[in-house]
């Protein structure tokens, strides 16, 4: 019976190089210079420090165009409040990866609502879709990626 997973990751080592990117950019840019202004990983989230939070805010575009540039979905970054630390500021942008069991509760019932013959089952933070023709499948995969949940969704493991 044919098969495929839908699943939201982000690939570490284009996260890390888009990263560094941003960093080097941020470094050479006239506004930075003689600041704090910097943008590092630290377990799965991007720390932005910088002086005031005005140049937080400047920092954003670079870090997203950045992102979206090395083909990282910017819908998954949840950001943070901006915290003053000492004599700057910093803000966590956290890497969202995984399924939650809400949004993947939501997609299951988008499938059923569709009257599509596939069914779906949450495997931790994974959704299983299976059916008994690849169309159906082809159309489930075309329905949730229009439908949208909030998060960026992958599918894997298509298998006939």
Known sequence: MPSFDVVSEVDQ?????AVDQAQKEIQNR????????????ADSAI??????????????PIVYTKLSARGI???CLDAGKVE??????????????GIDKETAKKAVAKLKE??????????GEQLRVTGKKRDD???????????????PMQFQ????
């Open 13 to 17: 080592h284009e996260l890390t190089n």
């Open 30 to 41: 006239y506004d930075f210079k003689g600041t704090s202004a910097s943008a590092e990983i």
């Open 47 to 60: 720390v932005l420090t910088a002086d005031s939070d005005f140049q937080i805010q400047q920092m954003h």
């Open 73 to 75: 979905d910017i819908m």
């Open 84 to 97: 003053s630390s000492g004599k700057g500021v910093k803000q966590r942008l956290s890497v969202k990866e």
């Open 114 to 123: 569709s009257k599509m013959k596939v069914q779906a089952q949450i495997q």
């Open 137 to 151: 499948l082809q159309q489930a995969m075309k329905l949730l990626k229009e439908a949208e949940l909030g998060l």
């Open 157 to 160: 493991n298509f298998r006939d």
